[in-house]
C-alpha cells in the first residue's frame, strides 16, 4: 500500500475533515477524496462517513486507524535506519520546542556525542502541535515540550517541573495594564491568568516566545510572565523583580513518545536529558 495513503488516512482523523487535511498535506480537497477512495478500495471497506460537519470514522475506520499509524511509523523507522551514515548503529529523532533549546537540548547534544557516539542524531526544532504530530506519525522518536495537551498512544513522561512567575521592572513592584507583556504559554496558562488577572485581559502588548518577551521586556521595561529558572539570573542582577504575592504557574517539560517506540532509542535520550537537566540544577 502507498504510505501516502496511511498519511492522508491520519490528517483526516487529526483534522476531521477532508478539507483540514488537504491543507496541512497541501492538497486539494479533490486529490484527498481521490486518496481516500483509493485507499477503500484497496482495504475492501467504507472508512468514512462525511457531513457538514467534516468527516467521521466507520467502525471498520476506527479499526484500521490503530494499523494507518504503525504503518507509517515502520515506514518512517526503515526509511531512517537504511540511511545511516557508516560508524553508527541506530538513530534517533528528536525533537524540541523554540525555547528549549538554548541551552537544554543544546546540552544533551554534546551529552549525546560524548556517551553515544555510536548513535546518528537528527534533531528538529518547532512549536508544540508540529513536534506531537511527527511523533505520532513516527517521523520523530522522541520530543522534548512543555506541558503537551494528551494524545491517544503517546507517552508524557515528566522530566521537571518549572514555574512561570510574575516579574516587573518598576521600582515599586507595580503591575499595570499600560506597560504589561503578555507572554502566551500555551492554553492552560491563558486559562489560569485569565482567572487570575481579569483586568490584563487586553495588555497592549503580547508575544507568543519567551526570549523575544524578555529582550523586549529589558528594552522598554513593563512586567510579564517568565519561566523562574531564565529569570532568575535577571533577577540577581536587579534588572528585573518578582512580583510579590503574585500567582506562580506551573510549566514543566515532558518527553513524549509513542507507546510503539523502541526501549533502545526512548533510554539514551532519557537518560542524556536527565542528566543534563542535573547539572543545571
Known amino acids: 500500500m502507498d504510505i501516502g495513503l496511511a498519511k492522508t488516512f491520519i490528517e483526516i482523523v487529526a483534522t476531521g475533515s477532508f478539507v483540514g487535511a488537504a491543507e496541512r498535506l497541501h492538497l486539494t480537497q479533490t486529490a484527498v477524496s481521490a486518496r481516500v477512495r483509493l485507499l477503500e478500495e484497496q482495504v475492501g471497506r467504507r472508512l468514512f462517513v462525511r457531513n ?15 494499523y494507518a499509524t504503525a504503518l507509517v511509523q515502520v515506514w518512517e523507522r526503515a ?8 560508524g553508527r ?18 546540552d544533551w547534544m554534546l551529552w549525546m556525542h560524548e556517551h553515544q557516539p555510536q548513535v546518528a542524531i537528527r534533531a528538529e526544532v518547532g512549536g508544540a502541535a508540529q513536534l506531537l504530530d511527527r511523533v505520532q506519525e513516527g517521523s520523530l522518536d522522541v520530543a522534548v515540550l512543555y506541558s503537551p495537551p494528551p494524545r491517544p498512544e503517546l507517552v508524557l513522561e515528566l522530566l521537571v517541573e518549572e514555574k512561570l512567575v510574575l516579574v516587573t521592572t518598576a521600582e515599586d513592584g507595580a503591575v499595570g495594564p499600560d506597560d504589561y507583556i503578555f507572554v502566551d504559554w500555551g492554553e492552560p496558562f491563558r486559562t489560569s491568568h485569565a482567572t487570575a488577572f481579569p483586568e490584563l485581559s487586553r495588555p497592549g502588548v503580547s508575544i507568543s516566545l519567551g526570549p523575544l518577551a524578555l529582550s523586549h521586556l529589558l528594552a522598554v521595561g513593563g512586567a510579564g510572565y517568565f519561566r523562574r ?24 517539560v515532558y518527553l513524549v513518545y509513542s507507546t510503539r517506540s523502541a526501549a533502545d532509542l526512548i533510554a539514551p535520550a532519557r537518560d542524556g536529558l536527565r542528566a543534563c537537566l542535573a547539572r543545571a540544577a
Open 89 to 106: 548503529e541506530n538513530l534517533i529523532g528528536l525533537g524540541g520546542e523554540f525555547s528549549l533549546w538554548s541551552p537544554l537540548l543544546a
Open 52 to 66: 457538514r460537519a467534516g468527516a467521521r470514522l466507520t467502525p471498520a475506520g476506527e479499526r484500521f486507524a490503530h
Open 229 to 252: 529558572a531564565v529569570i532568575l539570573p535577571y533577577v540577581e542582577s536587579g534588572q528585573v523583580r518578582l512580583v510579590e504575592r503574585a500567582p506562580e504557574f506551573a510549566y514543566s
Open 79 to 86: 526509511r531512517q535506519q537504511i540511511a545511516l551514515p557508516p
